[in-house]
């Protein structure tokens, strides 16, 4: 199992950027999705998370900015971020809980840099 992350970029603040995570490989089924981020110099931290059914929890930083989504039939997930800030500059994970249909695990995607200028 894969997981691809893409759109990522340089924005202004106030701007709004698009990032998308899609799993690839032999999945039964796509459980839990999530965004998490790495600014530099500070430990990775959640951002948002949905599952299965389309339950959602945030951060509080990012409450009411951003808006993470999925498609299940696509196996891809979204995360739309409006009002974007300086401090939102980080290197941004994707992580899925996937069942194989021999095992369940949990993978990360490789990242994807989006960088927020003042």
């Known amino acids: 199992v894969q997981l691809q992350a893409s759109g990522g970029g340089l924005v202004q603040a106030g701007g709004s950027l698009r990032l998308s995570c899609a799993a690839s490989?032999?999945?039964?089924?796509?459980?839990?999705m999530g965004w998490y981020r790495q600014a530099p110099g500070k430990q990775r931290e959640l951002v948002a998370t949905i599952s299965s059914g389309g339950v959602t929890n945030y951060a509080g930083p990012v409450k009411g900015r951003f808006t993470i989504s999925r498609d299940n039939a696509k196996n891809t997930m979204y995360l739309q971020m409006n009002s974007l800030k300086p401090e939102d500059t980080a290197v941004y994970y994707c992580n899925a809980g996937v069942h194989t249909g021999m095992s369940v695990g949990d993978y990360w995607g490789q990242g994807t840099l989006v960088t927020v200028s003042s």
């Open positions: 490989g032999t999945i039964f089924r796509v459980n839990y």
